[in-house]
């Protein structure tokens, strides 16, 4: 057969460089992700088998060898699963096409310690390249089942690597690496050592549901052993908790989610009755790079009587809970289920409904037990869960009661809304809150500077999602949920009366110079009115009670949703001295011109106080710099 040449792409070469000469403290890892990923392979083929009978694949005997040659040197994982064809084995193994790559590139660089640093390789799918960690070459035969020709792959993990179609290859793919020398020094042991080998998959893989075998070492005068299993293949989700170690969990969960850093929680779940399962889930301690992301693959693995039926079961799970790992095995569901029919299963729903306030009660478990592994999952993955508060209206309170917010309160400790109600003044009726890019942009903001003066807490929501589900919820507990950059505000609330008749007599004395703005600047405004909120700035921007604001606007505009441009209101503030000014000038000129200027650019400056971008910036730069001249 023809054997072909080809180079890696750039940032192969640079991965494989790393995984030869970089921090690894722990070889071992290798073998883990080959029987991964030997594993994956059974799974994937036996759930082919289950939906198609006519598949010409032998599923009778599915496992995972390890075949050991101490003279040549050579150690082989093989599977007779799923397998790959000609063109998968030249996409999936020989360019590496994952997004993640540079992603995982820019991490590994980053990465504080080996620890980390290791813990990355299965979390971005690259797990088959760390063998070139223990050998000097890797050759990889593969037939895909149901096809007739097979497909080798060798590459010494330098610049280039060879494909060539085989006739002879067997169902399944196996991998060879041959070894380097062993070197104790740098943690590269002797991988043809039985007992090495035996103890790392008992460390890493004994969960694994197939069969891990290998012929043990004939002794002396003996004949060859038969085959032996390596592995128990116990089911953990399906052993009670006292059988079950704290570290067969985490292993089970790194297998699981390719993340090979100790899970924040492990929840367990068994339900019986009509409808019967039993589900493992872990909340993992850190969020993966593509959490909100388009292709990120979400949900559990679905069993039925512990066979293995679909990956990623998003049906399992509502999407604001797209983080959580774990295995769930039903009873009473058919072997031959596909995507379509559980969205549609009411067991499903049932077994969602469950799992979902089961997460939600182990969180708030957590928030009441442990401040900080709680302050790790919600730093985490908060933003996530607080996508719920719009999307999953069953669960909503559950889902406020564990959700804490940025404040005012406090520079460094969040408050849920239960803390801050306890904390609210006598008569205040509402739950305040900004939203913005940064803690700092909010902080700063010129609406914030009533509330800072008479000691009212504002939550500072700073997430996308922030600006959505304040109005999805509208209330927490009879208090109105209210934006301080929307509508009119009073705060005066110890001398109603007496405050009421000065905003009137100043908003008659004004009348003439709010009604002129409100002509020139039309075209971006539709209302000038004097400010209750602001004390220091001169103006602000603000919305209307029930209008979308600009940061809703253009998410939705990004969404590919058209809305219509809303105009705002300027609040203007009469104790300061440039509204002061303006008004002066406004009674004592006829020729108003270059007044208009002064109105445009007090306006302008209102926009930038809010981190908006002035609607011509070459002509706002150009109106500052002729003020600036005036004044020199």
Not at 300 to 305: M, S
Not at 384 to 409: M, P
Request: charged share 30%; net charge negative.
């Amino acid at each position: 057969m023809t054997t072909e040449t080809f180079e890696f792409q750039v940032e192969a070469r640079q991965l494989l460089q790393l995984m030869i000469h970089s921090v690894y403290s722990n070889k071992d890892v290798f073998l883990r992700e080959l029987v991964s990923n030997a594993s994956d392979a059974l799974d994937k083929l036996r759930l082919e088998k289950l939906r198609d009978d006519s598949l010409d694949a032998d599923v009778s005997d599915l496992h995972i060898e390890l075949d050991v040659d101490k003279e040549a040197r050579t150690l082989t994982v093989r599977d007779n699963g799923i397998g790959m064809s000609y063109d998968e084995v030249g996409r999936l193994i020989g360019t590496i096409a994952n997004s993640g790559t540079a992603t995982f590139l820019q991490e590994l660089k980053e990465a504080k310690d080996a620890g980390g640093a290791e813990g990355l390789i299965g979390q971005f799918g690259v797990g088959f390249y760390s063998g070139f960690m223990a050998a000097d070459e890797v050759t990889l035969v593969t037939r895909r089942a149901g096809e007739s020709q097979g497909t080798r792959w060798t590459s010494r993990g330098e610049a280039t690597y060879t494909l060539e179609r085989v006739d002879d290859a067997p169902q399944g793919t196996s991998v060879t690496l041959h070894l380097k020398p062993a070197d104790p020094e740098n943690q590269l042991h002797d991988y043809t050592s039985e007992w090495t080998i035996r103890e790392i998959v008992k460390r890493y893989s004994d969960f694994i549901t197939w069969p891990i075998r290998m012929v043990p070492e004939a002794k002396d005068g003996q004949d060859a052993p038969e085959p032996e299993t390596l592995n128990s293949m116990k089911a953990l989700w399906a052993r009670s908790r006292d059988e079950v170690s704290d570290d067969e969990y985490h292993e089970l969960y790194k297998h699981i989610s390719h993340d090979w850093r100790e899970p924040l929680e492990t929840i367990r779940l068994q339900a019986e009755g009509t409808f019967e399962y039993q589900a493992l889930l872990f909340v993992p301690s850190h969020a993966p790079h593509d959490l909100f992301t388009r292709d990120f693959k979400r949900g559990v693995q679905l069993y039925v009587k512990r066979v293995f039926i679909m990956d990623d079961c998003e049906a399992l799970l509502p999407p604001y809970l797209r983080f959580v790992k774990g295995v769930v095995d039903a009873q009473d569901l058919s072997l031959n289920v596909s995507r379509e029919i559980l969205q549609q299963d009411r067991h499903i729903r049932m077994m969602q409904r469950r799992l979902t306030k089961k997460v939600l009660s182990t969180v708030k478990e957590i928030r009441t037990k442990d401040a900080e592994r709680y302050a790790t999952f919600w730093r985490e993955f908060g933003t996530a869960l607080k996508e719920g508060l719009v999307t999953d209206s069953e669960n909503r309170d559950a889902i406020l009661a564990v959700s804490s917010f940025a404040t005012t309160h406090s520079d460094d400790e969040p408050t849920t809304l239960a803390q801050y109600v306890e904390r609210m003044k006598d008569g205040q009726d509402d739950i305040w809150f900004i939203t913005g890019e940064s803690r700092q942009s909010v902080e700063n903001s010129p609406h914030m500077e009533a509330f800072r003066d008479k000691g009212i807490e504002v939550l500072l929501l700073t997430d996308a999602v922030d600006e959505v589900w304040v109005d999805a919820v509208g209330t927490y507990e009879g208090k109105t949920l209210r934006s301080v950059t929307k509508g009119e505000i009073d705060l005066d609330t110890e001398d109603e009366e007496k405050a009421g008749e000065e905003r009137e007599k100043q908003a008659e004395e004004y009348a003439g110079l709010l009604g002129w703005m409100r002509e020139r600047l039309e075209e971006d405004i539709k209302e000038v009115r004097l400010s209750t909120r602001l004390t220091v700035s001169p103006a602000c921007i603000v919305s209307d009670a029930h209008d979308l604001t600009p940061a809703l606007e253009n998410m939705y505009r990004a969404m590919g949703q058209e809305v219509p441009r809303t105009k705002r209101i300027l609040e203007l503030n009469p104790g300061h001295a440039l509204v002061k000014g303006l008004h002066q000038a406004y009674l004592a000129s006829e020729d108003r011109d270059q007044l208009a200027e002064s109105a445009e650019l007090l306006h302008t400056l209102a926009v930038l106080a809010e981190g908006g971008q002035p609607k011509d910036p070459a002509r706002f730069v150009r109106l500052v710099a002729d003020r600036l001249e005036r004044t020199l």
